[in-house]
């Protein structure tokens, strides 16, 4: 826990304004020392899953090795300090996206399950024949699917807003299919595949003056920006450990008191019960009455680990430096011959999705793959980006705030080289 | 560097380039439809017999340049071959991609040049994918195949 400073003052063309450390930031990630083929590693597939800090590591090997036990049950030792590193989790999700309490922060295995919830228990409490679900173009399959299955469950139906041509949300269309039936607004964020940034603060008031709740998908924005809920003033609010540089299988769903109050259970069975007979069962509290069996303690444990990680960090440096390899790896990708970008909104986070004319993404991704380079290719489970972009895939590169410019530069001659094979 | 060569060989970036019996085959009494969404490969194999041969064999789509050299070179292989040739070509040509073992040149012909896919375990769904649409074309299957 002793890197602390990740930044560092005076540039010779700059003098006094603060840059991110890199090298610092690096070295607290064991796995960028990698090689593979004889290679450095170079991960640009942080948007698919992000890699982890030393401390995340350590805490849930610390965790195993000293304080593992059921959370919420003993009156022994390990079971009261499990419970409190688990609980101190979730005060530490609380601050970071400045939630109003803790017991508004709901753990989860994912955003797809924080968003399978909503669909679950809003649907069941809320949802009518005839009652509409608003979603975007641009929706990940975990922010449609769930809807779909609901819809159909329900008799409701899904609406989608489009985007244009470069990946931005048509506003005035989304508008106009906001209505008396609209039940809900489910709407990412941050696009996965095409990097675009929503107007969130414009979305939530459009839908909050016709009394419809949002649920935002937020995966891909918690790694690249601060969030603050009740500064968004979003209904419910999902991202997943993984992305945010914690470990696999755990996740938050962030959703108003008031909501979260009034819905009704997901699942059932121990730890979200405050009493059970036959006869009758009483709901615990929240966000207990939403946590049903033992939880990922350990994964919990090692997300508020990545996040206090983060929060050491000037999240203006990280914005900076990842506004300027967005800047340099749009530039380099534009100048090699016959590559199209795929998203090109001018609000965008570091996501790089692009095509190459006569070369199928899957080639690009395994040639770049012999130079070390991990970029994923595919349809990013966005499959109706896909379709309103008319390619079948893309590949992507997703850049996170320990990437350089020069494994841009690495990219951009990987390219060149699948340019070369292909002739 | 030496295995991509292996894999991207000269003939195989040929037939991505200029696909052979490309098309579709109007008077096919045989098809089926291959897909691997998640690759985002989709194939088409037309086959017209006459008796017990492959008279006349086509196929349509769009894949990355090992699934498309790969239907390009069986449909060069099959045209004219009986349907009992069709089993153990197909066997053969599996066990060369997936490395289970070094069939000899001469039973395989042009299909050789598959053999720097065993390098890369997670092509092997995009070689093998135009092969398992034949199948079904001739097993008269309706559900689209996949290989993924």
Redesign the interface.
């Known amino acids: 826990m002793s890197r602390v400073q990740h930044w560092r003052r005076g540039q010779p063309t700059n003098p006094g304004a603060a840059v991110l450390d890199l090298e610092a930031v690096r070295s607290d990630f064991p796995i960028l020392k990698q090689r593979v083929y004889g290679k450095p590693l170079v991960y640009l597939d942080n948007a698919a899953s992000s890699q982890k800090p030393q401390v995340v590591i350590d805490a849930i090997s610390q965790y195993y090795e000293t304080t593992h036990a059921n959370v919420h049950r003993g009156v022994h030792r390990l079971s009261q300090e499990a419970t409190e590193a688990y609980e101190g989790a979730r005060h530490v999700v609380r601050d970071f996206i400045n939630a109003a309490e803790s017991r508004e922060i709901v753990f989860v295995r994912g955003t797809t399950e924080a968003i399978n919830l909503i669909a679950h228990s809003y649907g069941c409490a809320r949802v009518k024949p005839g009652d509409e679900i608003l979603i975007s173009t641009m929706e990940h399959h975990s922010n449609i699917v769930p809807w779909q299955l609901l819809c159909e469950a329900r008799g409701a139906s899904l609406q989608v807003a489009p985007i244009d041509d470069r990946g931005v949300l048509k506003l005035d269309e989304f508008r106009s299919l906001l209505g008396p039936r609209t039940r809900l607004v489910a709407i990412t964020h941050v696009s996965n595949s095409l990097g675009t940034i929503n107007p969130m603060h414009e979305i939530i008031a459009l839908a909050h003056e016709q009394n419809v709740p949002v649920l935002v998908d937020g995966a891909q924005a918690v790694p690249h920006m601060p969030v603050d809920v009740q500064e968004l003033d979003c209904d419910f609010y999902c991202f997943s450990s993984h992305k945010v540089f914690g470990p696999t299988g755990v996740g938050v769903l962030y959703g108003k008191a008031e909501w979260l109050e009034a819905l009704p259970p997901y699942q059932g069975g121990g730890d979200m019960i405050s009493s059970v007979s036959f006869e009758k069962t009483t709901f615990n509290v929240l966000p207990y009455k939403f946590e049903a069996g033992t939880p990922n303690i350990a994964g919990v444990i090692g997300l508020g680990a990545a996040l206090e990680y983060l929060r050491r960090i000037d999240p203006d440096l990280i914005q900076a430096h990842e506004k300027r390899l967005l800047e340099h790896a749009t530039e380099s990708l534009n100048s090699i011959e016959g590559l199209r970008l795929i998203g090109t909104a001018p609000q965008k986070a570091s996501v790089l999705s692009f095509v190459m004319e006569?070369?199928?993404?899957?080639?690009i991704g395994?040639?770049v793959d012999?130079e070390g380079i991990a970029v994923r290719?595919?349809?990013h489970c966005a499959?109706p980006v896909?379709h309103r972009f008319g390619?079948?895939?893309t590949a992507r590169a997703s850049l996170a705030f320990y990437n350089t410019l020069e494994e841009i530069e690495a990219l951009a001659a990987a390219l060149q080289q699948v340019r070369k094979?292909?002739? | 560097m030496s295995e991509l060569n292996e894999l991207y060989q000269e003939v195989i970036l040929d037939h991505n380039k200029n696909p052979r019996n490309y098309g579709v085959l109007e008077q096919a009494d045989r098809r089926a439809e291959g897909n691997n969404p998640l690759c985002g490969d989709r194939i088409t194999v037309f086959i017209k017999l006459r008796e017990d041969t492959i008279e006349e064999i086509r196929f349509q789509g769009a894949g990355c340049a090992i699934s498309t050299a790969s239907a390009s070179i069986m449909t060069e292989t099959l045209k004219g071959k009986s349907l009992d040739e069709v089993g153990p070509l197909f066997q053969a040509f599996r066990d060369l991609v997936t490395g289970k073992e070094t069939p000899s040149a001469d039973s395989l012909g042009k299909l050789a040049v598959f053999h720097g896919v065993s390098e890369f375990p997670i092509r092997v769904k995009c070689a093998t994918l135009a092969w398992h649409t034949l199948q079904a074309a001739l097993q008269q299957r309706t559900d689209p195949v996949s290989t993924e």
């Open positions: 006569g070369i199928h993404p899957h080639d395994t040639i012999a290719t595919g349809h499959q896909m390619v079948p895939a094979v292909f002739g």
